[in-house]
């Protein structure tokens, strides 16, 4: 009888006997506590420009305008005057004694190796901020960076410069107007050429002309927007004027739809030609 079925009356008439057939009601035997039902599946979670892959190909094309490279570990011994006003530039993202983050970072160098070989720029380094000038920094502080670009420390006060500095201030901005990796990105480079100030600039400028997708505006309208306002503040510095790195590779990207920044990415800057899978 199948479980839960119901019992029949049978009639043995061969005896003269009338059998009833009692009912027989199944009882369903419990195998263990009850399991819960599974749970649907939540929203998916798109990755960051904060998600270490991500930030890996943030890193190269920011080198790619950078160091016209895309071994970006390959620049933390980089230096040299650009001639843009601002003194000495260097390291992985091109940290600088005019503006003051290359201070920040031989001081935080210094907390943690007090004998290094540059600590005794710091007086030096304190007096460049706000301009160009060299005084008391050459003819050895290159020669010093360089020997200082060997030491894991040394490397490490860059990196975390650069995130406490610049990455962080503008994955959080970008994340708050509800801009995808692609648009983390652009405020990303954006804060690293014309520092967070410049960022939070140039984001007010494009608000003007198209909301952010935080407040309700389309995503790729107002990534246009930003490029725009970033191209137009490149233009009036005399160091940026090429804007490839937005024409030939943000721009790029956006056209193609591009905003979780997925490989392949194939872009130009300064004309030369990247590649990355």
């Known amino acids: 009888m199948a479980r839960g079925g119901r019992g029949r009356k049978v009639s043995w008439t061969a005896l003269g006997l009338v059998v009833l057939a009692v009912p027989v009601v199944a009882v369903a035997v419990s195998s263990g506590p009850e399991r819960p039902a599974p749970r649907a599946p939540g929203p998916v979670v798109r990755a960051g420009l904060d998600d270490p892959v991500k930030k890996e190909i943030a890193m190269r094309l920011v080198s790619s305008a950078e160091n016209s490279s895309l071994d970006w570990r390959a620049q933390y011994a980089y230096i040299e005057d650009i001639g843009d006003g601002r003194g000495y530039t260097a390291g992985i993202i091109g940290f600088c004694s005019g503006t003051g983050d290359?201070?920040?970072?031989?001081?935080?160098?210094t907390g943690v190796r007090p004998d290094n070989g540059l600590a005794r720029y710091l007086p030096a380094l304190r007096q460049a901020v706000g301009s160009a000038s060299h005084e008391g920094l050459d003819p050895g502080f290159p020669r010093a960076w360089r020997a200082a670009a060997?030491?894991?420390?040394?490397?490490?006060?860059?990196?975390?410069?650069?995130?406490r500095g610049y990455f962080g201030p503008a994955v959080r901005r970008a994340k708050a107007d509800g801009v995808g990796v692609l648009g983390q990105f652009a405020y990303y480079d954006a804060a690293v050429v014309h520092g967070v100030r410049g960022l939070r600039t140039i984001r007010e400028k494009a608000v003007r002309g198209a909301e952010p997708p935080a407040r309700g505006?389309?995503?790729?309208?107002?990534?246009?927007?930003?490029?725009?306002?970033?191209?137009?503040?490149?233009?009036?510095?005399?160091?940026h004027r090429d804007t490839s790195r937005v024409d030939t590779a943000q721009r790029v990207f956006l056209e193609r739809g591009n905003l979780a920044l997925d490989t392949p990415l194939d872009w130009k800057v300064y004309g030369?030609?990247?590649?990355?899978?």
Not at 150 to 163: H, K, N
Not at 217 to 239: I, Q, S
């Open 150 to 163: 060997q030491d894991p420390a040394f490397r490490r006060a860059q990196d975390e410069e650069r995130d």
């Open 272 to 277: 030369d030609r990247y590649h990355l899978d």
């Open 102 to 109: 290359l201070l920040k970072v031989v001081r935080a160098y």
């Open 217 to 239: 505006g389309d995503e790729v309208r107002y990534l246009h927007a930003f490029l725009d306002a970033r191209v137009a503040a490149m233009r009036e510095e005399k160091a």
